[in-house]
């Protein structure tokens, strides 16, 4: 190939070898000329109409995108619409339908699950305090009703009653103490094991305090005569009279009566629960119990109320009557000694406040005319002569020095302690608050219960059906 001819160049494009100058294309190739005119028309148009449909192709990706399914929308789940969203509704403070919400610690365990709305905005909660064997702080009242009350739950016992109490303590966790994380006082006349104390705290949502109580309060007064008081439990024990062989219940009965308020873990609380072991609570307590006695003037609660056994208080009265006549700016004005006497103040019917169960005022238990009653009835020596419980010590100290309105009857707290059932009347009320107790059980009404009595004389209406379970 001749040097400058247009053909020496291997680069040409195919259709530019076809397209030629006439004469050149037409001398060289004379035979095929029309159909490689065809040829290349072809493929023109094919070239257009890939680049058309590309171009198409483009356009779609660029101004479309691939639909994607809508989301579920729910109550706790925000839409999507570029609008500020609102928080889901939160149940009130004290509703036993709501949830406890997470909290900071749980969210921890797992920090990196973004999965979980809470991971993202946790809720902000009280956490959960360690357990103390001291006295660390001191709380502040209040004087507005919606005040946190400065209220706590209180238990004796003994390291060996760990797997009783803590049947009591999931009880009122979960009927009440979940919503509101009230602390929780333990004393005991021996230190607390680790055990008890490890698992009693994970079980209560509030914070947890171990005592011990002192010797003074646990042990034979310097006035008692020990021989006298050995005679007297023998005696009990021949005519088998409950605990009445027993030294620790006499020592127990008289600290409850006179000495728990004043441990130093007590002192910084204004009101109490008193909780025992293997108790139930049968009914969901939708409202703040502390809150409620503290903001409608009452000093003093029960749920159960029944006659005391007369071998165990015979001068009980006597010692009662002895300090009415020495101290009578005491006793309060409309007090409830109709619910006491049966004949103006002569004679104690035995009807007492069942006190394994009592909400109350410490303030009240603290003041100087309870004080001076316990003090009367603990020199005469009847909780070790005798064998005087604190039910009718605090029974008839509430009578006498509170005002009858002062004492409020907790119908709708259903409660048992062996071998009593409280067992709210009503059956729309029981089926309100989730009751699992059976009416017939109900001892309200039984002709041993004094409950209505109390119902007599503060002249209140009895619930519909009581009839029916009584005797």
């Known amino acids: 190939m001749l040097p400058g001819s247009r053909r020496a160049s291997i680069n040409v494009a195919p259709w530019e070898k076809e397209k030629g ?24 148009v094919r070239y ?12 779609f990706m660029s101004s479309s995108s691939i639909p994607r399914p809508p989301l579920p929308i729910t109550s706790n789940i925000p839409s999507w619409k570029g609008q500020e969203t609102e928080k889901p509704p ?22 990196s699950d973004t999965s979980s709305p809470a991971a993202s905005t946790p809720a902000v909660t009280i956490p959960k305090p360690a357990k103390e064997d001291t006295l660390t702080s001191s709380h502040t009242s209040s004087d507005t009703s919606d005040a946190r009350a400065n209220a706590t739950f209180v238990t004796l016992a003994r390291n060996s009653d760990l797997w ?3 049947k009591s303590i999931r009880q009122v966790e979960d009927r009440f103490n979940r919503n509101y994380h009230y602390d929780w006082v ?12 490890d698992v009693t705290t994970s079980l209560i949502s509030g914070k947890t305090h171990y005592g011990e109580i002192s010797h003074e309060h646990w042990s034979f007064p310097e006035h008692i005569d020990q021989d006298k008081a050995r005679r007297v439990r023998e005696d009990m024990a021949q005519r088998k009279i409950i605990y009445g062989d027993s030294i620790s219940y006499r020592h127990m009965c008289r600290f409850e009566s006179g000495f728990f308020f004043q441990h130093p873990l007590m002192k910084q609380f204004e009101w109490y629960w008193r909780v025992e072991p293997s108790i139930e609570l049968y009914c969901d307590i939708g409202y703040d119990t502390f809150k409620y006695m503290r903001d409608h003037g009452k000093k003093y609660s029960f749920v159960l109320s029944l006659y005391e056994y007369v071998e165990t208080i015979p001068t009980l009265w006597d010692s009662v009557k002895t300090f009415m006549k020495e101290h009578p700016e005491h006793l309060a004005e409309d007090n409830s000694m ?5 004949d103006n103040g002569e004679n104690y019917n035995h009807c007492h406040f069942w006190s ?21 009835l603990d020199k005469d020596g009847g909780f070790f002569y005798e064998r005087w419980g604190d039910a009718p010590v605090h029974s008839v100290g509430a009578g006498l020095l509170l005002k009858k309105d002062e004492i409020h009857f907790f119908n709708d707290i259903a409660y048992y302690h062996v071998p009593f059932t409280h067992c709210p009347t009503g059956d729309q009320f029981r089926l309100d608050h989730k009751c699992h107790c059976n009416p017939k059980d109900n001892f309200d009404w039984k002709g041993y219960s004094c409950t209505s009595r109390f119902f007599d ?15």
């Open 164 to 166: 009783e109490i803590v």
């Open 457 to 471: 004389m503060n002249k209140m209406e009895k619930p519909v059906g009581w009839k029916d379970q009584a005797d």
């Open 48 to 59: 257009l109409l890939f680049g058309f449909f590309g171009v198409m192709i483009l356009y």
């Open 90 to 111: 939160q149940a009130p403070a004290g509703d036993v339908s709501a949830p406890p919400p997470m909290t900071v610690e749980k969210i921890a365990e797992n920090p």
């Open 21 to 44: 100058e006439k004469g050149e294309l037409g001398d060289a190739y004379p035979s095929q000329q029309p159909t490689a005119m065809a040829a290349g028309s072809a493929r023109i």
């Open 186 to 197: 333990f004393l005991n006349d021996k230190p607390f094991d680790d055990t008890f104390k």
């Open 338 to 342: 109709e619910f006491l006497s049966d």
């Open 356 to 376: 394994n169960f009592e909400i109350g005022n410490l303030d009240w238990l603290r003041s100087q005319a309870y004080v001076d009653f316990f003090d009367r």
